[in-house]
């Protein structure tokens, strides 16, 4: 696919879609992470004790061999067992809801320029802030989170349906329930007391921050910090082909050139997956179908997911959604806000012409786990299709069947083989002794 070459340079000086190819990227990308707190937050990262029944951990829903998401269209967390395409929902504790969206990959978001979290962004960074972080949580936000990655790792373990659980299985989906999350007593504080109460843990962080000295000094924001720092350093992804490429030591093969020239010309896929991460960091209404539930408060029972919307109130916002990173993109499907599209080639069609793709598409070809329950039903349907379609900003590209072909080609020279396998990889155990996600 690829050979060495040193005037890969002059080969592609020409073309004027070369151009709007990103630089390579340096460690100055990156913020710098220290091994002892990329250490200690892989332990946590795979122990499901921050789970209100202690039965999921991160992992469980961004699994290494998932390419970090779940492999799932839309999610099971609380009340479902397994991993992957395995997972399904546990008829003796069912799950009172799914996941309303799809499960995010977590390559490069240690990186610097990765400042917005979540499909609709309703997590960012603020420096006008107390917290200097946005998010729903408002002024209710403590201090003490390292980046919007870390704050980001917390948000989870306050979702009734995918790490807390319900109110009446324990203490701390009853906090959740109950509002209070922040301060003694908080959903965060009962999370921090169960990790503190471990000594292995508590040796951990007394051994990773130099301003905690006993197991009561374990906050809930240190845990975050040391998840955040060990996702940053775990799932770095800039030692792909296609970043080999950029550094001049490589250059491609003909199929895979073709695509990278769609992707930066004709194509206009760097319109929206710019820069050297493939993503703008912006918000675009493209027409992915949704097949609910929707995004909704705990006491809205629509199944309508307005995206960006929903954070801002802005009209102009309906539908739109965060433009995802492409890296490794051929290992986190399904794929779209709402993981309509099983494979990728399948998303490329649609997303040329959405609005055509919107119209024909069939909600019966995406496979979920079956559950009796009217808060399932609507999965066997396109929600809002027509208001979805209306919102389309993207223009029709043509593309061909080897346009598409080249096109995945081109994608998957973004595929990182040290980012997918991890560097710190899956622990044996965890020191709580619970059992660790894996798929074996």
Known sequence: MIFRAALFAALIAGPLWAQTLPPAITDDDYAPVRMEEAALGQLLFYDPILSGNRNIACATCHHPSLGTADGMALGLGEGAVGLGAKRRIDPAHPPEKRIPRNAPALFNLGAREFTVMFHDGRLEADPGTASGIRTPMDAD??????????????????????MAGSHRENEIGRAVRQGIITGEGGAWDLIAKR??????????????????????????????????????????????PFDAVLRGDAFYSDAALRGMEIFYGRGNCAGCHSGPFQTDHKFHAVGVPQIGPGKAATFEDHTRDEGRFRVTGDPADRYAFRTPSLRNVLHTGPYGHAGAHASLDAFIRDHANPVAALARFDPASVTLPAMDSPDFAVMRSVVDRGAIADAVTLRPVALTDEDVADLVLFLGTLSDPAALNGRLGIPDSVPSGLPVPNAQ
């Open 195 to 240: 990790v503190a109460a471990l000594p292995d843990y508590a040796e951990g962080f007394i051994n990773a921050y130099p301003d905690i000295t006993t197991a009561e000094d374990i906050a809930f924001t240190d845990i975050s910090n040391a998840i955040a720092a060990f996702m940053a350093f775990e799932w770095r992804s800039d030692t792909s």
């Open 141 to 162: 936000m403590v201090t003490g989170f390292a980046s919007v990655l870390s704050a980001q790792t917390m948000f989870p373990v306050l979702s009734r349906d995918e």
